[in-house]
């Protein structure tokens, strides 16, 4: 890595359609490897949109449609050779409400590793499973009920499981779109220190729609507004020497 700030993914010109309709308008960023990266904007604005191109959840969407170019280490995101089942491996995500599967804590976690045949033998996998929640904050609470179902968890305790079941591939990027958005204070609090200690080790980009958070948590941060990227930058300069008169706006909470 030649600096922090190295760009691990590249858009360029990227616009989203779902039919007619344009959600997204040529945005041109790039995500660094070692940083967090925030997308911040009033609602509707596309954040969510946009994330999704990055690991073609998009593909998802009937209607939806992506034009211009994505990169994720000079590998076309969108190329006809692009398997989209590795791409997510390597660009995981999390979503805005826990989603673990209905089985015990260690298949949530052991299941990735297991399908992209990460792990010979049971005790390659065992540790996998460990070493995966120890880093998203969990091993202490879990690690006596492993057999135990995900979704008896708490909330914060899902949502931690869905990052150790996204870390466990051994991604290269971490979406999260709005990670804490079903989550009450303390567990937020939680889920931000983790960020913080998941920061360097993959490229993370988090959707969000506090400010306080983006400006706790992320290095860089871009602004959204219906469909454009009006702004990107250091996080401390954009919250406080905005360049745009938008950015500007919403940050002292005109509008959003
Ligand atoms: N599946 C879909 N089909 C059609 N239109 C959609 C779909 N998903 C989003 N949109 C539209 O695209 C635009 C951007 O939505 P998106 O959810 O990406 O914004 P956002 O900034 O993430 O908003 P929020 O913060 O409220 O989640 C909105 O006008 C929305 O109505």
Redesign the pocket.
């Known amino acids: 890595m030649e600096h922090p700030g190295a760009p691990k993914m590249r858009t360029k010109d990227v616009s989203v359609y ?2 007619d ?1 344009k ?1 997204i308008d040529q945005v041109t960023i790039d995500i660094p490897a070692e940083y967090v990266t925030a997308f911040i ?1 009033p ?8 994330l999704r191109t990055l690991n073609r959840m998009n593909d998802t ?1 009937p ?2 449609r992506v034009e211009g170019t994505i990169e994720l280490d000079g590998d076309d995101v969108y190329a006809s050779s692009m398997d989209v089942v590795q791409l997510r491996a390597r660009v995981g995500m999390v979503f805005q409400k826990p989603n673990p599967f209905p089985k015990s804590i260690y298949d949530n976690v052991a299941y990735g590793p297991s399908i992209h045949g990460l792990a010979p033998t049971k005790a390659d996998l065992d540790q996998i499973v460990e070493k995966s929640l120890q880093r998203a904050g969990l091993w202490n609470e879990v690690k006596d009920r492993l057999q135990e179902s995900g979704t008896a968890l708490s909330g914060g305790q899902q949502q931690r499981l869905c990052i150790a079941r996204a870390i466990a591939v051994d991604p290269e990027v971490i979406l999260m779109d ?1 990670p804490c958005s079903a989550l009450d204070p303390i567990a937020t609090a939680k889920i931000e220190e983790l960020i913080d200690e998941l920061q360097g080790r993959y490229a993370i980009v988090i ?1 969000t ?1 506090s400010m306080q958070q983006a400006a706790r948590v992320s290095q860089r941060t871009a602004f ?1 507004h219906l ?1 454009e990227m009006v702004e990107y930058g250091p996080t401390d300069a954009i919250f406080t020497t905005p360049q745009e008169e938008r950015t500007k706006d919403y940050i002292t909470g005109r509008y959003g």
């Open positions: 779902y039919g309709k959600a904007g609602s509707g604005c596309g954040k969510s949109t946009f969407i209607s939806a709005e959707v729609h959204f469909g």
